[in-house]
């Protein structure tokens, strides 16, 4: 992801991308950016960035994101998903509605 300036800023939580559609204050985005930057060079597990990511998500207007989940957290996993799915990280990181639509959008990876 790039600045308007073309300088890389951080995917999450990027400068260009604050405008927050529920009105509230650009405190939770500023220590948002604080946490990335305090934790990105650290080596994890990730999990620390996909609480952080389902907790700004809604309020980066150009995610177009209306409420956003862990998988293991997703309240309408057992009702979607076929018996036996378990809850742990199966390669589904974030499961999120979309705001326009309502359609759901999920982010995964596989390594």
Do not use: F, Y
């Not at 951080?10 to 529920?22: K, R």
């Not at 389902?54 to 018996?83: F, Y």
């Not at 359609?103 to 995964?108: I, S």
């Amino acid at each position: 992801m790039t600045s308007p300036d073309d300088e890389p800023v951080a995917g999450p939580v990027a400068e260009n991308s604050t405008a927050e559609p529920n009105g509230e204050s650009g405190s939770l985005l500023d220590e948002a950016r604080a946490e990335l930057e305090a934790k990105a060079p650290e080596q994890t597990d990730g999990i620390w960035l996909e609480e952080l990511t389902a907790r700004v998500a809604p309020h980066i207007r150009d995610w177009n994101i209306s409420d956003c989940w862990r998988w293991s957290e997703w309240p309408d996993r057992d009702d979607v998903m076929p018996e036996g799915t378990p809850p742990v990280d199966v390669g589904i990181d974030l499961v999120a509605r979309r705001r326009d639509d309502g359609k759901w959008v999920v982010r995964g990876t596989r390594l």
